[in-house]
C-alpha cells in the first residue's frame, strides 16, 4: 500500500486546514488509518484514528477541534483541523495497518503499531 499526503501548510492561530490521505495498492476489508504528528526532537505521537468500521478516536489535545473521516470509494482519508494553535505545527504522516480495530486510547497509539506510511506533509501555525 502506498500512502500520499496533502494539504499542509501556513495558517494563523485560529485557521483550518484539511489533510488529504490517498491510498494506493491492494487494500483489505479490516484497516486501521491513523494521523501523526512530530516535531523535531521527538517522537511521532498519534492524533486521530479511524477503523474499518468507522469509529474513530481522538488524542485529547485535538478533540472537538480535528475530525478524522474516509471516503472508501476513494480510498482517501482526511483530517480536518479547525481552531489551530501553534501547539499544532508539525509534520503529519498517515499511517496505515490491517487490524481489526484501532487500539485506544490515542495517545497508546505507537508508531510501531503500523507498517505503511506516507511521506508527510508540514502544517505550521503562527501565532
Known amino acids: 500500500v502506498q500512502l500520499v499526503e496533502s494539504g499542509g501548510g501556513s495558517v494563523q492561530s485560529g485557521g483550518s486546514l484539511r489533510l488529504t490521505c490517498e491510498a494506493y495498492g491492494n487494500t483489505y476489508s479490516s484497516y486501521c488509518m491513523s494521523w501523526f504528528r512530530q516535531v523535531p526532537g521527538k517522537e511521532r505521537e498519534g492524533v486521530a484514528t479511524?477503523?474499518?468500521?468507522?469509529?474513530?478516536a481522538y488524542v485529547d489535545s485535538v478533540k472537538g477541534r480535528f475530525t478524522i473521516s474516509q471516503d472508501k470509494e476513494k480510498n482517501t482519508l482526511y483530517l480536518q483541523m479547525d481552531k489551530l494553535n501553534p501547539e499544532d505545527t508539525g509534520m503529519y504522516f498517515c499511517?496505515?495497518?490491517?487490524?481489526?480495530?484501532?487500539?485506544?486510547?490515542?495517545?497508546?497509539?505507537?508508531?510501531?503499531?503500523?507498517?505503511?506510511w506516507g511521506q508527510g506533509t508540514q502544517v505550521t501555525v503562527s501565532s
Open positions: 479511524i477503523d474499518s468500521d468507522g469509529s474513530t
Open positions: 499511517a496505515a495497518e490491517y487490524l481489526s480495530y484501532c487500539m485506544t486510547p490515542v495517545q497508546d497509539v505507537d508508531s510501531s503499531d503500523f507498517r505503511y
